[in-house]
C-alpha cells in the first residue's frame, strides 16, 4: 500500500465524499429500518473539521441532507453520538435539562497505547504485526462473552484506522441500555476467566517468541512481580540457566505446579501462568467510553488523518487473517477510481447513452468493497432479526 500524505487529505476528502463514501448503507444501519419515528432525526454527530475545528451537535432529516452536509463540510473525522430527546441541531432552543441522550449502541474501544507496559516491540501510536495479536485476542475475548454469556447478536467490529479497534453492539435492547447496566457489562467483561482458553491458543507465540518477555532479567523482574516470593530465587537460577523465554516459561510452569503439590495453595499452579498470561494478553478497555451514553465514538468508514486510513469494519469470520496494513488509505482508494475513471471515459465515448445509467457504485471498483461487504452482511442480520420481531409481534396480536 503507498505512503499517505497528508497534505493532500482536503482534497482527498472531496473525491472520498463525493464519490466513495457508502452513504445508502450508512442511512440504513442508523435508521434502524425507521422503526422508531425520528430515530435518525434525533441522533448526533460531530465533525472535527481542518485545523481541529470541532463541531458537535448535528443531526440530519435524511440519508440526502447528510450527503449534502458532509460533501460540504468534508470533515476530517466523524464522531456518531447518542439519540437524543430532541432534534441536536436544535438543542439550544429547548428547555434547559429536556434536552436528553436516550439511546445509544453499547460500544467499545481498545487502543494498543493501553498495553505499552506488556508489548516490547512498539510503544504509543506505533503498532506492527507481532503487537496486532493483541487487538485479535481482544476481539475474540470480547466477542465471545457478548455472544455467548450476553446472548448480544448484532457486533460490529471496527479498525480505528490507526492503532485499535472499536466495537459497536446494536441490538434494539443494548440501545436502551442504562449507563450503570453498561458500566456492569464492561465490569463483568474486565474479569471474564474464560477467556483464558482463547489466550492459550495465542501465548506462546504472541508473548515468548514475538514480544520476548522473559528475554533478560530486566523483562522477567517484571513477571516476578506476579509470583509469590518464596519461588523468586529457585526461578531466577533456573532463568539464568536457560536461553531463551520458551525455556524460562517451562521451568516457571514446572516450579509452579510443583509448589502447587507441595503447598496446597491457589496462588501455584495453573492460576499463577493464567495471572501472567492474562496480565499480559487480557483485553484492556476504556470504561467511560462503553458507560456513559452520550459519549461520542469514531463512526467506521472516517478516515483517519494521521494514516489516511479507512476506518474499516472487520470479518468476524476472519479475524486472525485480518491485518491493519493492509487497509486501503484514501489516496489509494482515489487514485484507483482516478485509474479507472479514465478507462470508463474512453468506454463510455464507446457506448449509447442508455448503457451509461447502468454505472456500478464508484466504490465497488475499488479496495474499499470487500469492506463494505462485511459492513452490509451485519446491515442483513439486523434486518432479518427486525422482521423476525415483527412477525412474532403479529402472531402473538393474532391470537390475542
Given at each position: 500500500?503507498?505512503?499517505?500524505?497528508?497534505?493532500?487529505?482536503?482534497?482527498?476528502?472531496?473525491?472520498?465524499?463525493?464519490?466513495?463514501?457508502?452513504?445508502?448503507?450508512?442511512?440504513?444501519?442508523?435508521?434502524?429500518?425507521?422503526?422508531?419515528?425520528?430515530?435518525?432525526?434525533?441522533?448526533?454527530?460531530?465533525?472535527?473539521?481542518?485545523?481541529?475545528?470541532?463541531?458537535?451537535?448535528?443531526?440530519?432529516?435524511?440519508?440526502?441532507?447528510?450527503?449534502?452536509?458532509?460533501?460540504?463540510?468534508?470533515?476530517?473525522?466523524?464522531?456518531?453520538?447518542?439519540?437524543?430527546?430532541?432534534?441536536?441541531?436544535?438543542?439550544?432552543?429547548?428547555?434547559?435539562?429536556?434536552?436528553?441522550?436516550?439511546?445509544?449502541?453499547?460500544?467499545?474501544?481498545?487502543?494498543?497505547?493501553?498495553?505499552?507496559?506488556?508489548?516490547?516491540?512498539?510503544?504509543?501510536?506505533?503498532?506492527?504485526?507481532?503487537?496486532?495479536?493483541?487487538?485479535?485476542?481482544?476481539?475474540?475475548?470480547?466477542?465471545?462473552?457478548?455472544?455467548?454469556?450476553?446472548?448480544?447478536?448484532?457486533?460490529?467490529?471496527?479498525?480505528?484506522?490507526?492503532?485499535?479497534?472499536?466495537?459497536?453492539?446494536?441490538?434494539?435492547?443494548?440501545?436502551?441500555?442504562?449507563?450503570?447496566?453498561?458500566?456492569?457489562?464492561?465490569?463483568?467483561?474486565?474479569?471474564?476467566?474464560?477467556?483464558?482458553?482463547?489466550?492459550?491458543?495465542?501465548?506462546?507465540?504472541?508473548?515468548?517468541?514475538?514480544?520476548?518477555?522473559?528475554?533478560?532479567?530486566?523483562?522477567?523482574?517484571?513477571?516476578?512481580?506476579?509470583?509469590?516470593?518464596?519461588?523468586?530465587?529457585?526461578?531466577?537460577?533456573?532463568?539464568?540457566?536457560?536461553h531463551n523465554s520458551l525455556q524460562r516459561w517451562e521451568h516457571?510452569?514446572?516450579?509452579?505446579?510443583?509448589?502447587?503439590?507441595?503447598?496446597?495453595?491457589?496462588?501455584?499452579?495453573?492460576?499463577?501462568?493464567?495471572?501472567?498470561?492474562?496480565?499480559?494478553?487480557?483485553?484492556?478497555?476504556?470504561?467511560?467510553?462503553?458507560?456513559?451514553?452520550?459519549?461520542?465514538?469514531?463512526?467506521?468508514?472516517?478516515?483517519?488523518?494521521?494514516?489516511?486510513?479507512?476506518?474499516?469494519?472487520?470479518?468476524?469470520?476472519?479475524?486472525?487473517?485480518?491485518?491493519?496494513?493492509?487497509?486501503?488509505?484514501?489516496?489509494?482508494?482515489?487514485?484507483?477510481?482516478?485509474?479507472?475513471?479514465?478507462?470508463?471515459?474512453?468506454?463510455?465515448?464507446?457506448?449509447?447513452?442508455?448503457?451509461?445509467?447502468?454505472?456500478?457504485?464508484?466504490?465497488?471498483?475499488?479496495?474499499?468493497?470487500?469492506?463494505?461487504?462485511?459492513?452490509?452482511?451485519?446491515?442483513?442480520?439486523?434486518?432479518?432479526?427486525?422482521?423476525?420481531?415483527?412477525?412474532?409481534?403479529?402472531?402473538?396480536?393474532?391470537?390475542?
Amino acid at each position: 500500500m503507498e505512503t499517505f500524505d497528508p497534505t493532500e487529505l482536503p482534497e482527498l476528502l472531496k473525491l472520498y465524499y463525493r464519490r466513495l463514501f457508502p452513504y445508502p448503507q450508512y442511512y440504513r444501519w442508523l435508521n434502524y429500518g425507521g422503526v422508531i419515528k425520528n430515530y435518525f432525526q434525533h441522533r448526533e454527530f460531530s465533525f472535527t473539521l481542518k485545523d481541529d475545528i470541532y463541531i458537535r451537535y448535528q443531526s440530519f432529516n435524511n440519508q440526502s441532507d447528510l450527503e449534502k452536509e458532509m460533501q460540504k463540510m468534508n470533515p476530517y473525522k466523524i464522531d456518531i453520538g447518542a439519540v437524543y430527546s430532541h432534534r441536536p441541531n436544535q438543542h439550544n432552543t429547548v428547555k434547559l435539562g429536556a434536552f436528553q441522550a436516550q439511546e445509544k449502541e453499547l460500544v467499545f474501544d481498545i487502543d494498543m497505547t493501553d498495553y505499552d507496559d506488556v508489548r516490547r516491540c512498539c510503544s504509543s501510536a506505533d503498532i506492527c504485526p507481532k503487537c496486532w495479536t493483541l487487538m485479535t485476542m481482544a476481539i475474540r475475548i470480547i466477542d465471545r462473552a457478548l455472544k455467548e454469556d450476553f446472548g448480544f447478536k448484532h457486533r460490529l467490529w471496527v479498525y480505528s484506522g490507526r492503532r485499535g479497534v472499536h466495537c459497536w453492539v446494536c441490538d434494539e435492547s443494548v440501545r436502551k441500555l442504562s449507563s450503570a447496566v453498561r458500566s456492569g457489562i464492561v465490569e463483568y467483561l474486565s474479569l471474564v476467566k474464560k477467556s483464558i482458553n482463547i489466550i492459550k491458543k495465542y501465548f506462546e507465540e504472541y508473548a515468548l517468541v514475538n514480544q520476548d518477555i522473559l528475554k533478560n532479567k530486566e523483562s522477567w523482574d517484571k513477571i516476578l512481580a506476579l509470583v509469590p516470593e518464596i519461588i523468586h530465587d529457585e526461578l531466577q537460577q533456573g532463568f539464568q540457566k536457560s536461553h531463551n523465554s520458551l525455556q524460562r516459561w517451562e521451568h516457571l510452569k514446572k516450579v509452579a505446579s510443583r509448589c502447587q503439590n507441595n503447598i496446597k495453595n491457589d496462588k501455584y499452579g495453573p492460576w499463577l501462568e493464567w495471572e501472567i498470561m492474562l496480565q499480559y494478553c487480557f483485553p484492556r478497555l476504556d470504561i467511560n467510553v462503553s458507560k456513559g451514553i452520550n459519549h461520542l465514538l469514531k463512526s467506521p468508514f472516517s478516515v483517519h488523518p494521521k494514516t489516511g486510513r479507512i476506518s474499516v469494519p472487520i470479518d468476524l469470520q476472519k479475524v486472525d487473517q485480518f491485518d491493519p496494513f493492509t487497509v486501503p488509505t484514501i489516496s489509494f482508494i482515489c487514485r484507483e477510481l482516478d485509474a479507472i475513471s479514465i478507462n470508463e471515459e474512453e468506454k463510455e465515448e464507446n457506448e449509447a447513452e442508455s448503457d451509461v445509467k447502468h454505472r456500478t457504485r464508484d466504490y465497488k471498483k475499488t479496495s474499499l468493497a470487500p469492506y463494505v461487504k462485511v459492513f452490509e452482511h451485519f446491515l442483513e442480520n439486523l434486518d432479518k432479526s427486525r422482521k423476525g420481531e415483527l412477525l412474532k409481534k403479529s402472531d402473538l396480536q393474532k391470537d390475542f
